[in-house]
């Protein structure tokens, strides 16, 4: 009985493919839905600071003065609460997962163009 | 009388996830006591709740355990549910016990193959996780994480599925049947596996009741409670028996997971067949006001969360009983006369998730 199982399961497991991914070759595709990271279209945000209260990590703070908006990568748990409560849908979630970080660094978005408004007047 | 010497057990072991220590008093190769002291993973995740709002907790309930993720929002949610009298809709219900399911299948696997492990079966312990890995990209796909869903909020779901992919759902529970079949067999038939399981560990059905066992330690030895049987969820509507065995050794406890396996397979089945149309979520307004305790079947026995809100956003109190808890005074009757060599297996047929312990 023994035999007969692994000896089965040999042939199963010379004859089909790994079940693994041969990663750097074969890159892994991610589903619609899965949940990677926050990507943030500053254009259209208003900086109403609604993300920053709602993430439950703090990851997110808005200076409306400034007008920047920063997301600290490591603190973020990626659940989607920011999204689902920006009011201008300028947060979405990306299904890539973000790369490696290597420091604690903020990641800053400033909207350029108000910015340059400000200077000129 | 031989020497009493003490050897220490843990924190770090290769066949421990999560760090427990246990003093083990010995007499020659006899363990004559097990002294546990835990804490090793303590997070203050209970003390947090002071700090979050009601509906920002459930990401932190949902991080309580890496295994159970899923089971511990659901809880959370249906206790605050109770509280604040939130009718949830029909398919939102559906949908979490389809997930509850699905994590409870791939706990016992992952289990499995702790197991197969800790008796040095490396071969079964991938077959294990390889069909295991089906079923948590089954999971990516419909809720978006592998580990922790973050799919339940209180007052529903935060994702629906589409029918295509609830019919991809039923074939791909035709193949895992297959594929558990084949692993199933290998646990309760092979000779090398046996001499490991059977007669080890045995405890009596009286001691599972007065030590306050939970789950499947408790219906391996012949004592027929499931919390499901409550019918939170829609586990009213659908059919399903309580598993039991009767000896309370090791042997049952890995059958009754094996076997529950094959009921999680039939309640999903059922679910998708059953599972109705409309919304998946309603708008929660107020705040929670009053206490309540939420029971529900996890993969690892009964848990408990009570809560109690006091009218403001801020609840007052969240406690957790997690069933890894319940089981230790279990764990620590079936230490006492047990070969060292054994002290592996009897730890992992609990199966310990310590940091659902210390929270």
Sequence with gaps: M????????????????????????VKRE???NTRGKIEMNIEGCVFCGICQKKCPTKAISVNRADQKWEIERLKCVTCGYCVEACPKKCLSMSNEYCEPAVSKDKEVFANARVLDNATNS | MSRRTIIPFGPQHPVL???????????????????????????GLEKLVEKKDFIEYIYVAERICGICSFMHGMGYSQAIEQIMNIEVPERAVFLRTIWAEFSRLHSHLLWLGLLADAFGFENLFMNCWRVREKILDIIEETTGGRVIFGSC???????????????????????????IKDISNVFMNEYTVKRRLVGVGVLSKEDAHVLGAVGPMMRASGIAQDMRNLGYGAYSKLEFEPITRTNGDSYDRCAVRIDELFQSISLIRQAVDKIPEGPVDVKVT????????????QPRGEVVYYIKGNGTKFLDRVRVRTPTFANVPALLKLLQGCDFADVPILILTIDPCISCTER
């Design chain 1, 2 to 25: 023994f035999a007969f199982n692994v000896t089965k399961r040999i042939f199963i497991n010379l004859f089909t493919r790994p079940a693994t991914l041969m990663y750097p070759v």
């Design chain 1, 30 to 32: 991610f589903t619609r």
């Design chain 2, 17 to 43: 996830p999560e760090p427990i220590h246990l003093d083990l008093v010995m007499e020659d190769e006899k363990v004559v006591e097990a002294i546990p002291s835990i804490g090793f993973v303590h997070r």
């Design chain 2, 153 to 179: 909020k209180v007052g529903g779901v935060r994702k629906d599925i589409d029918p295509v992919t609830l019919k991809r759902i039923d074939k791909l529970l035709a193949e895992l049947e297959k594929e």
């Design chain 2, 286 to 297: 107020g705040n929670p006001d009053g206490e309540y305790f939420a029971r529900l079947e």
